[in-house]
């Protein structure tokens, strides 16, 4: 991997989600000011399930499961 250029030291791998984020918020932004005379419509569904096992054993004893799915309309003509 060090031939390559890369790093897996943990501090590395950090700053770069740092970057990533801030990048993140900044392209946010300008979409919507790009696209402020569009009408945006989201549908944001939240999923939570948690099953429990009914015979507990030494490994598991539940499992939570727990997703969001974020859909993104975007009208140009109201009707």
Same mark, same amino acid.
Request: glycine content about 2%.
């Given at each position: 991997?060090?031939?390559?250029?890369?790093?897996?030291?943990?501090?590395?791998?950090?700053?770069?989600?740092?970057? $990533?984020?801030?990048?993140?918020?900044?392209?946010? !932004?300008?979409?919507? &000011?790009? %696209?402020?005379?569009?009408?945006? +419509?989201?549908?944001?569904?939240?999923?939570?399930? $948690?099953?429990?096992?009914?015979?507990?054993?030494? !490994?598991?004893?539940? &499992?939570? %499961?727990?997703?969001?799915?974020? +859909?993104?309309?975007?009208?140009?003509?109201?009707?």
């Amino acid at each position: 991997m060090l031939t390559l250029g890369y790093s897996v030291c943990a501090k590395t791998v950090e700053v770069y989600q740092k970057q $990533i984020q801030k990048k993140h918020a900044t392209k946010i !932004e300008n979409y919507f &000011i790009e %696209n402020k005379n569009l009408f945006h +419509v989201y549908n944001i569904d939240d999923y939570h399930a $948690i099953h429990e096992n009914r015979r507990p054993d030494t !490994e598991s004893t539940s &499992i939570a %499961n727990n997703f969001a799915i974020c +859909v993104l309309h975007l009208w140009s003509v109201c009707l």
